[in-house]
């Protein structure tokens, strides 16, 4: 009987000091290892597209959108202030991150190999996909050859530019269109 206290005893004391050597790498209290200096100065800095609701909106003064909630979480778990930088478009976004004004893009961006190389996309959270959108009432493309370059509206910095230039160089059969 004196054997199995004992045993108790010591699961008990291991416990208490695996649990203590531990404790630091429980969520919430893991901070990223190197922070700007804005995160010092208690600033973390967002640049967001204001064409979505998805991203981003004010409506009566109250700011909402999915990226703004999950960077407005993430400024909260780092323990500094959300700045938030309202941009134009795509290439404004990317500008604002190349000069050191924003910390991070809430934008719904869609990456290519190119914007891989130069910068660190986050996790997935939700996905788009490349539309083609024309005119009711108009012939609907079946295919990207019967597209003239005069019909195409692409916001500047968009990542289907690079693909666009991509089948024209490569000289790609024209991928078909979906309905």
């Known amino acids: 009987m004196k054997k199995l206290k004992i045993n108790y005893l010591f699961i008990g004391i291991l ?6 050597a531990l404790w630091p790498l429980s969520p919430g209290s893991v901070k990223p290892k190197t922070m700007s200096p804005r995160f010092k100065r208690g600033e973390y800095c967002a640049s ?7 991203t981003y909106a004010v409506v009566n003064g109250k700011k909402y959108g999915l990226d703004y909630e999950l960077a407005q979480q993430f400024a909260n778990y780092l323990g500094v202030k959300l700045k938030i930088t309202v941009r134009q478009n795509i290439s404004q976004l990317f500008d604002d991150l190349d000069n050191g004004n924003a910390d991070l893009l809430a934008a719904g961006l869609v990456y290519d190999s190119a914007r891989v190389k130069k910068y660190q996309p986050g996790p997935m959270y939700y996905s788009v996909s490349q539309q083609l959108v024309y005119r009711v009432g108009q012939y609907r493309p079946r295919s990207l050859a019967t597209v003239t370059e005069n019909q195409l509206t692409i916001a500047p910095g968009h990542v289907v530019v690079n693909d666009l230039q991509r089948f024209k160089r490569d000289k790609v059969s024209r991928p078909e269109l979906g309905r």
């Open 48 to 54: 967001v597209r204001i064409d979505s609701p998805l």
């Open 15 to 20: 416990t208490l000091l695996l649990a203590a």
